[in-house]
């Protein structure tokens, strides 16, 4: 099985700053990874796909970037509703990283 | 709108099974997979398994082997979820999601609000 680790588990952060995500395959994954946001209580929601794409929608202020086994979310100029829990998943069998809290 | 309905909330018995279904709509019913991601209280997503609505094939966590049966309904563009021989810790929101079958990479773009199964005694 591949296994996606995400680091930081917990990042603590303010309105402005930046951030960086990382997530590591266990295996080479090409660009099948995506990456997303979920609030309390919500779904989550598709932020970046195929390792750097953003759907429609999303805020030029989030970044995807790596191939293969390596891949960071990167997300610059902070705004408040960014404050959530962020997960990678690899799009060939569909697990999840264990997911990373943004708090401020 | 193109938009995943899930059914409502249940309380079921150890040892019980489940049924939540996910209603798609606003897109063609067959050019998407249906995933089933559950997620337990203060923890992280877990991918369940997949259907094609197109054949009715699945693919199925290992994790789930065996309890777990995905179906569907192409005349109400319905996908259903089954989780059998319930334990408390499968109390969970369950949630549907869609991703292309032309093209994964695409990822899982719409998901349903999420169904809370709670399973006591």
């Known amino acids: 099985d591949i296994q996606l680790t995400q680091s930081p588990s917990f990042l603590s952060a303010f309105v402005g700053g930046r951030v960086t995500i990382t997530c590591r395959a266990s295996q080479d994954i090409g660009s099948y990874l995506a990456w997303y946001q979920q609030k309390p209580g919500k779904a989550p929601r598709l932020l970046v796909y195929?390792?750097?794409t953003l759907p429609s929608g999303v805020p030029s202020r989030f970044s995807g970037s790596g191939s293969g086994t390596d891949f960071t979310l990167t997300i610059s100029s902070l705004q408040p509703e960014d404050f959530a829990t962020y997960y990678c998943q690899q799009l060939e069998k569909y697990t999840f990283g264990q997911g990373t809290k943004l708090d401020i | 709108q193109v938009q995943l309905v899930q059914s409502g909330a249940e309380v079921k018995k150890p040892g019980a099974s489940v049924k939540v279904s996910c209603k798609a709509s606003?897109?063609?019913?067959?050019?998407?997979?249906v995933h089933w991601v559950r997620q337990a209280p203060g923890q992280g997503l877990e991918w369940m398994g997949r259907?094609?609505?197109?054949?009715?094939?699945?693919t199925y966590s290992q994790n789930f082997q065996g309890r777990v049966t995905m179906t569907r309904d192409t005349s109400t563009s319905t996908v259903y979820m089954e989780l059998s021989s319930l334990r408390s810790e499968d109390t969970a929101v369950y949630y549907c999601?869609?991703?292309?079958?032309?093209?994964?990479?695409?990822?899982?773009?719409?998901w349903g609000q999420g169904t809370t199964v709670t399973v006591s005694s």
């Open positions: 195929a390792a750097s």
């Open positions: 259907i094609n609505p197109s054949g009715g094939t699945t």
């Open positions: 606003g897109y063609p019913f067959t050019g998407y997979y």
């Open positions: 999601a869609r991703l292309s079958v032309a093209v994964t990479l695409y990822g899982m773009d719409v």
